[in-house]
């Protein structure tokens, strides 16, 4: 199926020119938007964002024995987080320090807290815990900076 030519091809600066606009346009609509929702009277107060200072941590856990994990989730995670925690099953891969690299049925474990010490020194604690526990290498540390709301 050919497509017509609406003299576009003898004129490629036309291409620029509808971009230029296009984008201007965009431009114009977002910023539009943008101070039409801070200026609204209905807009949702009651639910503050909490300071972005708070982080994401993701652990990776290699598995173990449903019962072990439920116990060192009760005894060793829980206590440090009451306020809540997510738990993920997952499949991954592992290569030991001997080089072999393993599939590994894995568990992660999200939490969102402050950016703080007390924070930071309860999830070593955890991490150190489990590899002394279940012989495991390593546990898997990953933090991102949030911006979370409740």
């Avoid at 599939?103 to 007390?118: F, W």
């Avoid at 604690?125 to 390593?138: G, M, N, P, V």
């Amino acid at each position: 199926m050919a497509i017509p030519d609406i003299g576009f091809s003898r004129h490629p600066l036309r291409y620029s020119a509808i971009a230029v606009v296009v984008c201007l346009c965009c431009g114009c609509l977002n910023v539009q938007v943008e101070s039409h929702r801070s200026a609204s009277p209905t807009a949702r107060t009651d639910r503050p964002v909490v300071p972005a200072d708070w982080i994401r941590t993701e652990l990776y856990f290699g598995r173990v024995p449903e019962d072990d994990w439920k116990y060192f989730l009760d005894s060793q995670i829980t206590p440090r987080f009451p306020d809540g925690l997510t738990v993920l099953d997952a499949k991954g891969q592992w290569r030991a320090k001997d080089g072999v690299i393993h599939d590994v049925p894995t568990r992660i474990l999200v939490i969102l807290h402050p950016n703080d010490s007390t924070s930071d020194r309860s999830l070593e604690e955890i991490r150190r815990a489990y590899t002394t526990e279940f012989h495991h290498e390593s546990v898997l540390r990953a933090d991102n900076p949030a911006k979370v709301r409740f």
